[in-house]
């Protein structure tokens, strides 16, 4: 079955810094979506990515998924307080035989200390 | 506010009671996701609707779990005889029917049994 792993699983950083995450797939990513959750909170819809390569940005954070398809990354560049939360990788789950659900990753939980 | 709505939001049983939850989609949207989550985890796949057929229900869903979409619009989750290990927030997500459509979460009910 197909697993995600994030990496750090945690991070402290100072307001203004930059900053990446890590996901990383067991198995070829058909799409890699991120997330970012607050706690206690329901999940924020981030970005999507399909083609290897691939590179979106919304505001100060940007997303890559690299040519092999087998990890992502999410740059948040200036971080600011409202960046703090929890920032989720999901894949689409077909290598489990599954056509509907998303697989995620345990997360990455983000401090930003003004 | 035209997102996914879950109702409660919270709550607090006792072993061997029964709790119904409900989640409201995104109206255009004909996919309906469960996922639950339990702390330091990213969700885990539960269940999906494609209008009001359940095309797909995880191993995790086990006989106390029962899911309806009746009209094929809200959805209930109903977990019978409440055990200690089945506190966890549960999410609900949406999307239209297309392949790698982006999910959009509801905020979560979050469950404690005591």
């Known amino acids: 079955s197909q697993e995600l792993e994030q990496s750090p699983q945690s991070l402290i950083v100072q307001e203004g810094k930059n900053l990446t995450i890590n996901c990383t797939s067991s198995k070829t990513l058909y799409g890699l979506y991120w997330y970012k959750q607050k706690y206690g909170e329901g999940l924020i819809f981030l970005m999507m990515l399909q083609k290897g390569g691939e590179e979106k940005s919304h505001e100060k954070i940007t997303a890559k998924l690299d040519e092999k398809k087998q990890q992502s990354s999410l740059h948040i560049t200036a971080s600011q307080p409202s960046h703090a939360g929890i920032y989720l990788c999901?894949?689409?789950?077909?290598?489990?035989?599954?056509?509907?659900?998303?697989?995620f990753g345990k997360g990455t939980k983000l401090s930003v200390k003004p | 506010d035209t997102g996914v709505s879950q109702d409660p939001r919270h709550k607090i049983t006792k072993r061997g009671q029964n709790v119904t939850f409900r989640c409201d989609p995104i109206s255009e949207h004909n996919r309906l996701y469960w996922y639950r989550q339990t702390l330091g985890q990213g969700p885990e796949f539960l269940t999906y609707?494609?209008?009001?057929?359940?095309?797909?229900k995880s191993r995790l869903l086990s006989d106390r779990f029962s899911a309806e979409r009746p009209k094929g619009s809200f959805s209930t989750l109903e977990i019978q005889r409440t055990e200690q290990g089945d506190s966890a927030m549960y999410l609900c997500?949406?999307?239209?029917?297309?392949?790698?459509?982006?999910?959009?979460f509801g905020p979560g009910t979050r469950l404690l049994v005591l």
């Open positions: 997500a949406s999307s239209l029917e297309k392949a790698q459509e982006t999910q959009y």
């Open positions: 609707f494609q209008n009001e057929a359940q095309l797909e």
């Open positions: 999901g894949a689409d789950g077909r290598y489990g035989g599954s056509q509907g659900n998303l697989i």
